[in-house]
């Protein structure tokens, strides 16, 4: 129920000023528009995993690090901008919805949020990076599918 609240706090973000019952009825709409997106979506959500994304690919993401400035700043995933989890709906504006979206967080779960309020507001080429930041490094980086796709070990 928490993460309802916070998607619904989220979704309706801005709405602040409205009157208390156009408030309600822009939760009303928020929760139809969770509800439709619940029976829509597919098993995995938009998740991803490092090992999909063969090297030559990653150019073609904007690829969103969710985390703080602080842990952006000790280190990110090249090419990646910063936009805090919680912003993500503010400037959503910034966010294209013409090209894949890859965001990211340290292992996932910030980022699943952000993912799941930008899929609700309509950017279906949203995809989440499957255990973030350390599963990422852990797999090798942008040579995580290289690596995957690599001679079997016995």
């Known amino acids: 129920m928490r993460y309802l609240s916070i998607a619904l706090a989220a979704a ?4 602040l000023l409205l009157a208390p019952a156009a408030l309600a009825d822009n939760k009303a709409i928020a929760t139809d528009e969770m509800e439709a997106y619940l029976e829509f979506v597919d098993y995995g959500g938009g998740v991803i ?3 999909q994304i063969p090297k030559d690919e990653w150019p073609k993401f904007m690829v969103i690090d ?3 400035p602080a842990q952006f700043a000790k280190g990110h995933i090249p ?3 910063n936009m805090d989890w919680r912003q993500v709906l503010a400037k959503r504006s910034t966010i294209p919805k013409n090209k894949p979206v890859l965001i990211y967080c340290n292992t996932g779960s910030l980022s699943a949020q952000a993912g799941f309020a930008l899929r609700v507001a309509g950017w279906d080429n949203v995809k989440i990076l ?5 599963e990422w490094k852990a797999k ?3 040579d995580a599918a ?3 796709a690599g001679p ?3």
């Open 12 to 15: 309706t973000a801005g709405s």
């Open 49 to 51: 995993f490092a090992e």
């Open 66 to 68: 969710a985390r703080d």
């Open 79 to 81: 090419g990646a901008i």
């Open 130 to 134: 499957q255990g973030g930041m350390q």
């Open 140 to 142: 090798g980086g942008f």
């Open 146 to 148: 290289a690596k995957a």
């Open 152 to 154: 079997a070990k016995h």
